[in-house]
């Protein structure tokens, strides 16, 4: 069942240049899990439109989940105005998030994020952790200023980064680093630009556990609209995929990445 609250914001903090991190507290805590979102209310009557949010960390016994976002344009600039104690109406959790049920204690997971594609990440690496997962993060990002939650993923992961311009890290891509891995994984999860999600779904096509978060435009976030769809790779399947209801994690080889 879809809830819906009027979650109250703990604390906000810029982490990054452009890039927020914001604390909300609240009863929808309690049945938020890996990889879903919040579809939330711009708190401007003129914007209809909810907008999507990873959910990043979660913190059920003090029921607050952190979010982390970027501004991109009016309702994420909005956000970013809030303060701790003012209300922000959120809708949600909602979507099918990441799978890790099947792994089993020592074995090997892969994460793979870039940029603001890096927050759902985190609560994913902690519940790998502690089920006894061994966790190697790679992450992508531009430049050095937009390196984020690098600290947060080291509590549960192995992590190497990657820059476009080699200001920090490794130069290149994660490409280049994942390239170069001996090393097999019994999971592989990915969230990130569409370029990078491309290059893990290739990579990990016939993986048997490999997953990539997809974003795409939303309106209702609740499957009712239509507005979000994927296509199916495969020609026979007619089929298709609403990224806020089936999604916003798929299995790698099975959607058209365009
Ligand atoms: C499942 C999902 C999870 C997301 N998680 C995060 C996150 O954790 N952190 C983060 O910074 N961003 C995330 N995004 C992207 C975020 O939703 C957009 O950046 C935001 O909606 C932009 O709103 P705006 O008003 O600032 O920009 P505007 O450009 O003014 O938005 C206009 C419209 O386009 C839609 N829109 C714009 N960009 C996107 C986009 N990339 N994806 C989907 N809809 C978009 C908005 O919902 C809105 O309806 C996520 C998107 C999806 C689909
Ligand atoms: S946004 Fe309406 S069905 Fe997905």
């Given at each position: 069942?879809?809830?819906?609250?009027?979650?109250?914001?703990?604390?906000?903090?810029?982490?990054?240049?452009?890039?927020?991190?914001?604390?909300?507290?609240?009863?929808?805590?309690?049945?938020?899990?890996i990889g879903?979102?919040?579809?939330?209310?711009?708190?401007?009557?003129?914007?209809?439109?909810?907008?999507?949010?990873?959910?990043?960390q979660?913190?059920?016994?003090?029921?607050?989940?952190?979010?982390?976002?970027?501004?991109?344009?009016?309702?994420?600039?909005?956000?970013?105005?809030?303060?701790?104690?003012?209300?922000?109406?959120?809708?949600?959790?909602?979507?099918?998030?990441f799978h890790i049920d099947f792994l089993e204690e020592k074995e090997a997971a892969l994460i793979v994020g870039?940029?603001?594609?890096v927050?759902p990440l985190v609560e994913l690496a902690k519940q790998l952790h502690e089920r006894g997962v061994c966790v190697t993060a790679v992450l992508?990002?531009?430049?050095?200023?937009?390196?984020?939650l690098e600290n947060e993923l080291a509590c549960y992961a192995d992590v190497i980064v990657?820059?476009?311009?080699?200001?920090?890290?490794?130069?290149?891509?994660v490409?280049?680093v994942i390239?170069?891995m001996?090393q097999t994984f019994d999971a592989v999860y990915a969230c990130?630009?569409?370029?990078?999600?491309?290059?893990v779904?290739?990579?990990f096509?016939?993986?048997?556990h490999a997953y990539?978060?997809?974003?795409?435009?939303?309106?209702?976030?609740?499957?009712?609209?239509?507005?979000?769809?994927?296509?199916?790779?495969?020609?026979?399947?007619?089929?298709?995929?609403?990224?806020?209801?089936?999604?916003?994690?798929?299995?790698?080889?099975?959607?058209?990445?365009?």
């Amino acid at each position: 069942m879809l809830l819906k609250e009027n979650m109250i914001i703990v604390s906000q903090r810029e982490i990054a240049p452009r890039i927020y991190e914001m604390v909300l507290t609240g009863d929808l805590v309690d049945s938020m899990t890996i990889g879903q979102f919040l579809h939330i209310r711009v708190p401007d009557a003129t914007k209809l439109l909810r907008r999507p949010i990873s959910i990043s960390q979660v913190d059920k016994t003090k029921k607050e989940v952190t979010l982390v976002y970027r501004i991109e344009g009016a309702g994420t600039e909005l956000f970013s105005k809030l303060c701790a104690g003012d209300i922000l109406d959120c809708m949600g959790p909602q979507g099918n998030g990441f799978h890790i049920d099947f792994l089993e204690e020592k074995e090997a997971a892969l994460i793979v994020g870039g940029g603001i594609g890096v927050p759902p990440l985190v609560e994913l690496a902690k519940q790998l952790h502690e089920r006894g997962v061994c966790v190697t993060a790679v992450l992508g990002f531009a430049t050095a200023d937009a390196v984020i939650l690098e600290n947060e993923l080291a509590c549960y992961a192995d992590v190497i980064v990657t820059t476009d311009d080699g200001s920090y890290g490794i130069k290149g891509y994660v490409s280049t680093v994942i390239d170069e891995m001996t090393q097999t994984f019994d999971a592989v999860y990915a969230c990130g630009a569409l370029g990078m999600l491309a290059y893990v779904d290739r990579k990990f096509e016939k993986h048997p556990h490999a997953y990539i978060s997809l974003e795409s435009r939303m309106a209702c976030g609740m499957g009712a609209c239509y507005a979000c769809v994927v296509h199916l790779r495969e020609q026979s399947n007619v089929a298709n995929k609403r990224v806020c209801e089936e999604g916003p994690v798929f299995e790698t080889g099975s959607i058209i990445l365009e």
